[in-house]
């Protein structure tokens, strides 16, 4: 199935598995496609609510976010839903952060600086979708409970993807992981290479 994706501009999946395993939401051929998949992955959840007309894009100001934010802009014209675009970013002490050459930065300075790399990273896509609405937020949290948290309110979470970590399949990374298993809505994964 993975092959398909080197030609295909998107691909919709239903997320949950039937393996038979209570409470895994994520079913085998959905985590390789969320893996190694060449094109945008939407991974659907069973059921369907009333259209709340909002999209939420994951930044973290790596090289992933451009693809997730060109996915979220154009996926947010076309429904002609709002869309917000949120920065989490997780300190192992919240209160304070280590900065350079062991200064310690505060919470507050951390988020502005987040928010002006987030306001940048927006910047191109608000001049191409000019009639999208768009809000920006920064959030302290764990980015996958954050964003699986936003899930409750939101059509479509959009995220690029990323390498994955100990114990996760290569290519998709903790948020994207924990996403696929507890996002409340249709989750979007942007592989960077296809953009």
Known sequence: LTAITVRAPLLVIGARGDGGSPGVRLGSVALRLASHARCPVVFATAGSGPALGEIVVGTDGGDAAAAALEFGFGEADARDARLRALHVW???QPGRVEGYRGWVLSVGLVNDRAAALLAEQVAPWRRKYPGVTVTEDTVHGH????LALE???ADLIVIGSHQGGPGMAPGLGP????LLHHAHCAVAVIPRRHW
Do not use: K, N
């Open 151 to 153: 899930s409750e309110r």
């Open 175 to 178: 948020v994207g992981y924990a």
């Open 90 to 92: 997780a300190d192992p």
């Open 143 to 146: 980015p996958g409970r954050v």
